[in-house]
Each structure stands twice: as structure tokens, then as C-alpha cells.
């Protein structure tokens, strides 16, 4: 039978562990509302560049960008964004479980991925399992900069650019509600094209100051970049929701614990107590 | 009058958004005045002030770069949060290459699909022990 001094250390190390994790939980609630309004900041900007791509997907443009080409691919470029820290439950896991899927079905037909990784979850788990890495932005914390991915963003449209990578796949998970993140993988190059009336073919073009390819390279460019760093500050959001989530378990798991382990030492005290009295009387009617 | 619908973002936020009668922006290659009615436009800014004026009021915003979209009824600013340079672009692709480049000193460039799937379900499988447990209790 276990002894009450250990039982009661168990209970206050699991107390102390309680303590902490109730803390994390407060943190990464007060930090969740920060990331949500980060979040809607963000996106006026994304969607007024969605609507001038639209706009320029209409127009009648004399030149066609390299974005929406669609060449026979040969290999496909997963840029994945993850959390920086960990102890946010399924969060990264499921994530990486949606990536390694549509991995493993490109490479069924033949087509090789590398991968660009945002958050040093990502890299962690790419290090252990290997995978051909071209970038890697971590630490960008809870108000990332739209300039940090800059640099990422570069080195996977230069790939494309030179026809060294065909498709690119965005990978992040999508903030349904506080309860409910949502894994997703969508497709970023080639662009999928407007739907266009038939009956009502574009016949404007916009003037374009100073020329069309450079104009739409910086604006695409630009539209890329908006993308990333929308999903980077909505997997954030993502984030601190899961991360509230696990640590108010992580809470109440340990409460229970507590519980347990509190009966636990009851019954050994007890069951000490009624021993000591056996003994006594066993020793007085011996006498 | 006539008026056009005016919106000023950048990345972090939505600078200005409503209706103006004329729109001033410095654009890469001159000056722009924008009335509404215009025909349909796209050009690169310069830093510089973008003034919207509705009637007799005027608003002044600093852009450091961006892009202009002008569609008759509808002019859109997309600002850039920094001034960018092909250099410093350059930079930091660099630099998000080689962070790339010490993360896998010593690692081959083939994932491992099995080793990978293996490591996942290991995971899902603690963190679903860890939600039987709870509803268990």
C-alpha cells in the first residue's frame, strides 16, 4: 500500500502542474482575442487585392501571367504554416496528416514536393521525417510582420519562375470557430482562373503605368504574399484557440487527478489509523 | 456631384474607406488625378501622399508604395506596409534559404511517407487516448 507522505507529494506536484497549465490556459485566452482582431485587420486588404485580381482575371489583358499557366507538373511546392510552441492539442499533427496525404498522392503520379515551412513546428517535424526543404520562417511570433515572409514567398515564386517547381499548395488550418480549427490544403499556383460568361467576353483592358508584365508580376506577387500572411495570422488564431482548449483539459484532467488522489490518501490514512488500533487493542488484550 | 468609391488598405489594416469626387496619388511614372468616370487603370505608386477630396474636404495619407487599381466607379489603394526594394527582397529570400539550409545539415532530401505516417498516428493516438480518458471520467 502506498505510503500517505508520497500520495501527498504526488498531489502538490500535480497541483503545482495544475497551477501552470490554468495560467497557460488565461494566457492563451487573453492572447486569442489579440490574434482574432489581428486577424480581421488583415483581411480588408486581402479582400480588396482578391478583387483587383478578379478584375485583372476579367480584363482582356495582352499579357497572360505565368500564375495561371498550368504546365504538366513534375514537382510541387507545399508552403506549410505551423505554431511556433507546441501544447496546442491536434493542431499541427492534423495538419501535417492532410500535407503528407496529398504528398504521397502527388508522388503516386510521379510528381516529386518540396516544401517551404513557416513555424519551427514544421521544421521539427520535417527535420525527423525528412522532405526537401527550399525555406524555412520561424519565430515570427503573435503579431507577425507581413515583411518577415517576404523572403519565403521569394524563394517559391523564383522556383516557379524558373520552372523548377510547377504547382504550389498553401497549407494551413483555417479558423472555423474557438472550438473548431479546420486543416486545410489549397491550391495557390496556378491560379484558378475567374469563371467568365460566355455570352459576356471582356473587351476592356485597364491602362497599364508602366508595363503590363511588371505591373501584374509586383500586383500577383503582392496577391501571393497577402495570401501567406493571411493564413500565417489565421493559423495563429488558430493557435491560441487550440492552445485554450488543451490547457483548460489539461486543467481539468489534472483537477481529476487531484480528486483521485486526494480518496487515495484518505484511504491509506484510514486504513494506517485502523491498523494502529488493531495493534493497540490486539497489544491491550494481549496483556 | 459624382462621387467614386474610395479604399485605402494595407496588409495590417484598412486605412480609409468612402467616397471621394477626386483622388490625387503619385504613381511610378508621374502624378495622378483621378476623377470618377475614369478608364479602367493600373499602375504602380511611387512614396508619397495619396489626398482624397469629397467636395470642399480633403484627407491626406502617406503611402510608402503599393498599387493603384482605378475602375470608373471604384478606386482602390493597396499599400505596401514598407518601402520595397529588389535588394532587400533578395535578402531575405536569402536569408529564409539558409535558415532552410542549417535546418537539414546532414539530411536527404527524400521524405520518408512510412516513417512520416508512422509518427503521425503515434501522435493521433496519444492525443486520442488522452480524450478517451477524459470521457471516461
Redesign the interface.
Known amino acids: 500500500m502506498a505510503n500517505t507522505k508520497e500520495v501527498r507529494k504526488q498531489i502538490a506536484s500535480i497541483k503545482s502542474t495544475q497551477k501552470i497549465t490554468s495560467a497557460m490556459e488565461m494566457v492563451a485566452a487573453s492572447k486569442m482575442k489579440k490574434t482574432q482582431d489581428t486577424m480581421l485587420e488583415g483581411r480588408p486588404y486581402s479582400l480588396k487585392i482578391k478583387d483587383v485580381i478578379s478584375h485583372v482575371a476579367l480584363a482582356n489583358s495582352e499579357y497572360p501571367h505565368p500564375f495561371y499557366e498550368e504546365r504538366s507538373p513534375k514537382k510541387a511546392c507545399f508552403i506549410v504554416v505551423s505554431s511556433d510552441k507546441g501544447l496546442c492539442g491536434g493542431l499541427n499533427i492534423n495538419l501535417f496528416k492532410q500535407v503528407i496525404a496529398k504528398s504521397a498522392e502527388l508522388n503516386e503520379k510521379e510528381i516529386e514536393s518540396c516544401f517551404a515551412l513557416i513555424g519551427s513546428k514544421s521544421s521539427a517535424f520535417f527535420k525527423s521525417v525528412g522532405g526537401d526543404v527550399i525555406a524555412v520562417a520561424e519565430k515570427l511570433g503573435d503579431k507577425p510582420n507581413p515583411d518577415d515572409l517576404i523572403g519565403l514567398t521569394k524563394v517559391v515564386l523564383d522556383m516557379h519562375k524558373n520552372g523548377d517547381i510547377d504547382q504550389a499548395y498553401l497549407c494551413s488550418n483555417i479558423f472555423v470557430n474557438t472550438m473548431t480549427q479546420q486543416p486545410n490544403v489549397e491550391q495557390l499556383i496556378p491560379l484558378a482562373p475567374e469563371e467568365q460568361s460566355e455570352s459576356n467576353p471582356s473587351q476592356w483592358d485597364y491602362i497599364y503605368e508602366p508595363e503590363a508584365k511588371e505591373l501584374l508580376d509586383g500586383l500577383l506577387t503582392r496577391y501571393i504574399e497577402s495570401l501567406v500572411y493571411q493564413s500565417v495570422i489565421e493559423n495563429n488564431a488558430c493557435e491560441q484557440a487550440a492552445k485554450m482548449i488543451a490547457m483548460k483539459n489539461a486543467t481539468d484532467n489534472a483537477g481529476d487527478l487531484i480528486k483521485e488522489l486526494e480518496l487515495l490518501y484518505n484511504n491509506v490514512r484510514q486504513a494506517a489509523i485502523t491498523q494502529e488500533l488493531s495493534e493497540i487493542v490486539g497489544g491491550a488484550a494481549a496483556v | 456631384m459624382s462621387t467614386m468609391k474610395i ?1 485605402i ?6 486605412i480609409y ?1 468612402g467616397e471621394a469626387t477626386m483622388v490625387f496619388a503619385t ?3 508621374g502624378e495622378l488625378g483621378i476623377a470618377p468616370g475614369h ?6 505608386l511611387a512614396p508619397g501622399p495619396v489626398r482624397v477630396q469629397n467636395g470642399s474636404d480633403e484627407e491626406a495619407f502617406f503611402c510608402s508604395g ?2 493603384l ?1 482605378v ?1 470608373p466607379d471604384l478606386v ?1 489603394v ?1 499599400s ?3 518601402e ?1 526594394a529588389e535588394s ?10 539558409e ?2 539550409e542549417q ?2 545539415a546532414n ?7 512510412a ?3 508512422a ?2 498516428a503515434e ?2 493516438a496519444r ?1 486520442k487516448t ?1 480524450q478517451k ?2 470521457k471516461k ?1
Open positions: 479604399n488598405v494595407s496588409s495590417s489594416e484598412e474607406s504613381g511610378t511614372l478608364t479602367p487603370l493600373l499602375t504602380g503599393g498599387f487599381e475602375q482602390t493597396l505596401d506596409t514598407a520595397r532587400l527582397d533578395e535578402s531575405e529570400a536569402i536569408k529564409a534559404k535558415i532552410a535546418e537539414l539530411k536527404d532530401t527524400t521524405i520518408d511517407y516513417k512520416a505516417s509518427q503521425l501522435a493521433v492525443l488522452i480518458l477524459r471520467q
